[in-house]
């Protein structure tokens, strides 16, 4: 089947499903996209950058901007590092724009007809999206919206789905698989998507639970953070799909679910390049992608959904295997950029990592190279079992390393043992489930802020997933037989989490309804719930169902002080 997102304009099918079940058609969505673009079109800038919690809203901003002939930057976030990062490049904000008086007989003027999705605009409609950084330095991938269009039609032609069925997404449409697959893809093949971002696999069968007065099929996009906490006992309904992508599924994971678990390969530059339905299944490449295997072993990739028309190498090394329908398909053998030299020998993070799992008390580990004083040091992040976390807590972390690295000798050479360890319940991620390798280079440095494990945050709120690794500064002689956190470096981290979300608080002035209800000790794992009020702040810190912490900080506003220091200076001159 044919996809364009022109084909569905004028018609009256549900397109958007919001949480109370209200219904909005495709011909209201682009009434509401049209009167955006043409009062977008009066914008000055020619770039903007584009952050909107409601997946309706999000994409109504996205082509209104496009159609008003602005290029858009997706980025990740907004906290406030990233924020001014994009101001010093003259990128600011998009918002919605509020239609005066004047302009609302002319608004109301353009009709759905009017637009075309011809190749001009589909070539020079251009979106960047900003990665998120957790492999190294962020940056911008551009992709025209001709490529996206092409990306839907190769998964379409990929999948058999329903022709009606509807999106359920528990990842962020601000990440391009969860805008392919969660609103691009329905907007361009007539079907709909359930608006709400969901948080847990309750909150899925909940919403398959309320659609299913519609009787449609749904298809769930999701992630391996969130496949890995499900259960046999929710039980997915009038579900086709599951669809799982931005890091490897954990095996073992598909026998907890009712449904078919179809794992999504892929980067922002390359977009998707291949799927497969079981934990050790060679990868089968989308309908439009094709795949090379050079004779180093990394795996090429050539698409017309892509940023470039010209091969792509992905920097992971593959095998590439003949099947009996004369496409290829490929089996992943690790990364090339895994190999590294220490000291004239070549490793690999992969084996050394492997050989480390092979340990008992080990359940899950990330190795690592680190500079210090001009030379490379082997490290490793590693989850360890429970029974071996309280070990460490009561042994002390030098016993339990010596232990650990004893265990080792017969399984690494010398070189290939790290050096240095830090312990976690679980490893760091970003939104789309990818390791969050800068978080894990920064254990290495003095630390006083618990790990963030995962991150949500809207417009007014914020929710955070975070981990006390006992390595902590703030745990070091506090006290020395029973380590707890102290309540003074918990307002200090929530203060400095409060201000790189919202840009506008400048400095804590004051506290309100303080309460420390319970200890944190190594390895608590701990809900951080942010709620901004104006200047005003609550936070609340739980542990499962435990009440940790609870209060209210006052900040001073931004635009408030600089006015003051405007004052100030002004009284001066006089």
């Known amino acids: ?54 997946s309706y809203e999000f994409l109504v901003l996205f082509f209104a901007a496009l159609l008003g002939n602005k290029q858009l930057v997706l980025v990740p976030n907004r906290v406030k590092d990233l924020e001014l990062e994009l101001a010093e490049q003259g990128i600011y904000f998009l918002t919605r724009q509020q239609i005066s008086e004047h302009s609302h007989d002319c608004v109301n003027n353009i009709t759905p007809p009017q637009l075309q999705f011809d190749d001009h605009f589909l070539q020079t409609g251009h979106v960047y999206f900003y990665t998120s950084g957790s492999t ?97 006992d929710v039980v997915l309904q009038e579900c086709q799909y599951v669809y799982s992508s931005g890091g490897k599924l954990e095996s073992g994971v598909r026998p907890y679910l009712n449904r078919p678990i179809v794992e ?110 001009h030379r490379q040091i082997l490290a490793c992040v590693t989850v360890l079992t429970e029974s071996a976390q309280q070990v460490l807590v009561q042994g002390g972390k030098a016993c339990f390393v010596a232990q650990l690295k004893q265990q080792l000798i017969d399984k690494l050479e010398s070189i290939a043992i790290p050096r240095q360890w830090r312990f976690l319940s679980q490893l760091p991620r970003n939104s789309q489930s990818k390791l969050n390798k800068q978080m894990m280079q920064a ?18 709120n914020a929710k955070f997933q975070l981990e006390f690794s006992p390595e902590l500064e703030c745990f070091k002689g506090h006290f020395p037989d029973y380590s707890i956190y102290p309540g003074v470096g918990q307002i200090s981290f929530i203060q400095q989490f409060a201000k790189q979300i919202w840009s506008d608080l400048a400095w804590c002035n004051g506290y309100e309804q303080l309460k420390f209800q319970d200890l944190i000790k190594p390895f608590a794992i701990v809900e951080l719930t942010l709620v901004r009020k104006q200047h005003k702040v609550h936070f609340e810190m739980r542990s499962a169902e435990q009440l940790l912490a609870s209060g209210r900080l006052l900040f001073a506003l931004q635009n408030v002080q600089n006015a003051l220091e405007v004052k100030a200076t002004g009284a001066e001159h006089v």
Not at 334 to 345: A, C, H, M, P, S
């Open 1 to 54: 089947m044919l996809c364009h997102f022109q084909t569905h304009i004028q018609s009256s099918k549900i397109f958007c499903i919001q949480e109370d079940l209200r219904q909005i058609s495709f011909a209201d969505f682009w009434q509401d996209v049209y009167q955006q673009a043409n009062l977008m079109q009066g914008l000055d800038a020619k770039q903007y950058a584009l952050w909107e919690n409601n």
């Open 136 to 232: 190294g330095q962020p940056k911008k991938i551009p992709r025209t919206l001709r490529q996206l269009l092409n990306e839907v039609q190769g998964l379409d032609q990929s999948f058999d789905l329903d022709k009606a069925c509807i999106a359920i997404a528990t990842v962020s449409h601000q990440h391009i698989y969860g805008l392919l697959f969660k609103l691009l893809l329905p907007l361009a093949s007539g079907r709909s998507f359930y608006s709400p971002q969901l948080a847990f696999p309750e909150d899925v069968v909940a919403a398959q639970q309320r659609l299913s007065v519609l009787k449609q099929y749904n298809y769930v996009i999701s992630s391996p953070a969130l496949l890995k906490r499900w259960t046999k």
């Open 264 to 373: 999504v390969l892929g980067s922002s530059e390359t977009g998707g390049i291949a799927h497969r339905q079981q934990d050790d299944a060679l990868w089968t490449p989308f309908a439009n992608v094709q795949i090379q295997v050079t004779e180093q072993e990394e795996l090429g990739v050539k698409t017309n959904h892509a940023f470039t028309e010209d091969w792509i190498f992905t920097g992971d090394r593959a095998k590439s295997v003949d099947a009996t329908n004369s496409k290829s398909v490929f089996q992943l053998l690790g990364r090339l950029d895994r190999i590294v030299k220490l000291e004239e020998k070549r490793l690999s993070l992969d084996a050394i990592e492997q050989k480390i799992l092979s340990l008992h008390d080990v359940v899950e580990c990330h190795a690592l190279l680190l500079e210090k004083e």
């Open 443 to 460: 254990l290495f440095q003095p630390q006083f802020s618990p790990v963030v494990l995962q991150h949500q945050q809207n417009t007014d």
